[in-house]
């Protein structure tokens, strides 16, 4: 009995011993990473990273972006953009072409009444001395209104009362979802410092002494610091700067390439992850030509969407209702598709940040054709400096002053010749123009919109499919969803080895198989 004690004892004591060394190595490993000269040295000058000794030149120890929040990412990829079924009338608009889609990230559901109220709240609270900003950003409840049906209760209830919290928000212009997608990206980032234990949250900050990511990187917003970042340079500490990789690109609505990528998924009808091969083609975010589960399991028959099925059917019979909704259902209604991504076929059509024009690339030249991330509706813009070539001095809401570039600055350059080319090579000659108004409803002000809505029919679901709406209108069918870069990696993170993690595509179950 003592011996077996003692043996016991003595086991413990052992384990004891092995884990004081364990974590006496772990601290000497830490201790040595924030040592000067941890960061190995340069393969161009030898000179040694991370040390003081050494001029203090920092290589960073990235681990790689991060996913925002309620984002997805889409690994990029080479697909037919364009028409996939019949055009009955023929018309010479979105003819398929082949293009490449950088990997990107994707808001997984459309935004919803209550993210866009807390917007607004921040706005009200925030903008104090500019109630017109809030005043700006206001959905129009009035869409809800016609003329020969009773819609008034939704015009009061759909965006402020809880039971639509998480239906997507409707009313809202593109130039309205274009400032929502900036003060996101700035929302998120604070967070992110405040979780690193960089800043102290300020809900009490007003008008321009609010944190915005590009004013604070340029040093022009200070906020309430707990604990910067050590600066090898010179021993002190310093803020967060851009190359540490820590704060997330800008939020932005997806181009049209990018929306109609991530509605197809056709990541979904690879054999297997090494097959560079797609089984078949979709005409919509699932396989098959109608919007009913076909496969044989407990969801057979389910109902993929929301929208119109016919003449005054819009959820079908009472007791056995399609689509469960009348007019928007919540944003995470039916099953997601192989990116993971909700309601990319119905419920609202979204708006992208494509300038509207009918014809494409396709109608290009192979000299002009643009089949790399294709995108109409660059209007450049450069940050406003001083003598000194510093940004000048953030306006009153806190953000830093951007001007439009005038084509004399382009004029010398190879890669492009004029500030705003929304209206490059879009089929105008110097004699014959978009005359809005007079001969088309199409001008630089019309933007694309996608994806079909609950008030639509069937076709309108394909994400081929395109129409468009001035930028400062809105309607009760059209929402929108965010998009973010993908910086790095096409595939996602890299880990020490080398070996890929496969974020977020690979890991959703392939559902319309």
Known sequence: ????????????????????????????????????????????????????????????????????????????????????SDDPVYEFNNVPRRVTVSSFYMDETEVSNINYREYLYWLNHRYVSYPEVYRKALPDSLVWREELAFNEPLVET?????????????????????????????????????????????????????????????????????????????????????????????????????????????????????????????????????????KRNSTQGRILAN???????????????????????????????????????????????????????????????????????????TLVIDEEGKPVEKDSLGRLKYRYVEDDEARDRENYKKGDVRSYQDGDSDNIKYLYGETTLVSDRSKVYKGGSWADRLYWLQPGTRRYKDEDKSDRTIGFRCAMIRVGGQAGNEDVGGNTFKESGRKIKRRYK
């Open 1 to 84: 009995m003592c011996a077996n004690f003692r043996i016991l004892e003595y086991q413990s004591m052992k384990n004891l011993i092995n884990a004081l060394s364990l974590l006496a190595l772990t601290a000497m490993i830490f201790t040595s990473c924030g040592k000067k000269g941890g960061g190995g040295s340069s393969s161009a000058t030898g000179w040694k990273y991370n040390d003081p000794e050494w001029g203090g030149f920092e290589k960073k120890k990235y681990e790689g972006q991060i996913d925002g929040p309620n984002l997805v990412m889409i690994e990029g990829g080479t697909f037919s953009m364009g028409r996939t």
């Open 158 to 294: 759909y965006f402020r009362h809880p039971s639509y919290d998480d239906y997507p928000v409707v009313g809202v212009s593109w130039l309205q979802a274009n400032d929502y997608c900036k003060w996101r990206s700035s929302r998120v980032n604070e967070m992110i410092l405040i979780e690193r234990g960089i800043l102290n949250s300020t809900p009490d900050s007003k008008d321009s002494d609010n944190f915005e990511t590009k004013a604070y990187l340029s040093g022009q917003y200070q906020g309430n610091v707990k604990k910067n970042l050590p600066n090898l340079a010179n021993g002190g500490e310093r803020p967060v700067a851009f190359d540490d990789g820590i704060l997330l690109p800008d939020y932005r609505l997806p181009t049209e390439a990018e929306w109609e990528y991530a509605a197809l998924a056709l990541q979904g009808n690879q054999p297997s992850s090494d097959d560079e091969v797609y089984l078949e083609r979709r005409i919509y975010p699932w396989n098959e030509n109608t919007a009913r589960y076909k």
């Open 307 to 381: 929208f119109k099925r016919g003449r005054g059917d819009y959820m079908g019979l009472a007791g056995n209702l399609n689509d469960n909704a009348s007019f928007t259902s919540p944003v995470r209604s039916y099953l997601p598709n192989d990116f993971g991504l909700y309601n990319m076929a119905g419920n609202v059509s979204e708006w992208t940040a494509d300038t509207y024009r009918p014809t494409t690339s396709s109608t290009l030249n192979d000299a002009e054709n643009q089949d790399l991330n294709p995108f109409r509706g660059n209007q450049f813009q």
